[in-house]
């Protein structure tokens, strides 16, 4: 288990309602309203922490009939806390961790659930976001105009601006309107 | 309407009182709703207050406070449908929480009008 997982699964289960839920699922698999119900909560509340602990790999979901069922997923809560601690730490520079960790806070800042908000002022930012969509062209691929305006215009109306920044910035390559991303 | 602000006043302080418990029993993102909670509650205060400056009666005032009620709120109603439409359940139960409590406060708002009206 990584350190990141292993602080995640920590901080996960570092709450009393979180932790209950997780008892009440090693019994049976459960669904929210039941889940609810025994533990005087709200169901809002405990979709909530049900997603939270989906995120940390506690839970998983399957649909059973009308109501979506929560079962606990055991494998991480078997490894011992003395082998984590024995586990040799990844060798990302704190350099690393703070760049990847800044990169992160930007794609959350400008990506609302896919879309981009607005284009950042500030160079580093906006090669930040155009590399994110970068990212999604298949490499070596030809695209016509079109097409690349198309997919740009899948995050933000202003392609036009965004398809001359990725040539700007040399995250694409362009020949006689034909786009690609080299491989 | 004193007595409308003092209802929120004491919602306020039971949103904060709840939310130290809650934090002592190691529910912190139980606790943040509260804190949610609370914030609302503070916010339509402050709200409730810079109307009955602004207006010249009560009956204006309660008229701009209703108004108030509905416009504010429908920017979260539509973050609400966004993040259910996206499964992002974390920010639609925020936003729930936000709705519920002005749902709360408009409703007390109606009764305490009705009430001194009578």
């Not at chain 1, 997780?22 to 709200?42: D, F, I, N, Q, T």
């Not at chain 1, 506690?58 to 069922?69: A, D, H, I, N, P």
């Not at chain 1, 659930?113 to 999604?136: C, D, F, T, V, W």
């Not at chain 2, 993040?83 to 992002?88: M, P, S, T, V």
Request: glycine letters at 2%; charged letters at 35%.
């Amino acid at each position: 288990m990584t350190e990141e997982k292993a602080i995640a699964l920590f901080k996960c289960l570092a709450d009393r309602s979180r932790l209950q839920i997780c008892k009440s699922l090693v019994k049976e698999p459960m669904y929210v309203e039941l889940l609810a119900e025994r533990l005087g909560l709200s169901a809002s509340t405990v979709s909530f922490h049900l997603k939270k602990l989906e995120a940390a790999g506690l839970v998983q979901s399957r649909k059973e009939q009308y109501y979506m069922m929560y079962e606990l997923v055991k494998e991480p809560l078997t490894v011992s806390i003395l082998d984590i601690l024995g586990e040799e730490s990844a060798e990302q520079s704190e350099q690393e961790k703070r760049e990847a960790q800044y990169r992160q806070k930007v794609l959350e800042n400008f990506f609302v659930y896919g879309k981009l908000k607005n284009i950042p002022s500030q160079h580093k930012k906006r090669r930040i976001i155009l590399e994110e969509m970068a990212a999604g062209l298949e490499p070596g691929r030809r695209y016509t105009e079109k097409e690349l305006n198309l997919y740009i215009a899948g995050y933000h109306d202003d392609f036009c601006t965004l398809r001359r920044e990725m040539i700007a910035e040399k995250l694409l390559k362009r020949e006689n309107g034909i786009y690609w991303r080299e491989v | 309407m004193n007595s409308y602000e003092q209802f929120i006043k004491e919602k306020k302080a039971c949103y904060l009182q709840e939310r130290q418990q809650l934090e002592a029993q190691d529910r912190r993102d139980e606790a943040n709703f509260c804190l949610v909670r609370a914030n609302i509650c503070d916010a339509f205060e402050q709200v409730w207050q810079a109307v009955s400056r602004r207006e010249k009666t009560q009956a204006e005032a309660v008229t701009a406070y209703r108004h108030k009620l509905e416009t504010i709120p429908s920017a979260w109603r539509t973050r609400r449908q966004e993040a259910d439409a996206h499964g992002d359940v974390q920010t639609a139960a925020i936003e729930e929480i936000k709705l519920e409590t002005v749902r709360m406060l408009a409703e007390e708002f109606e009764k305490r009008v009705k009430e001194e009206a009578l």
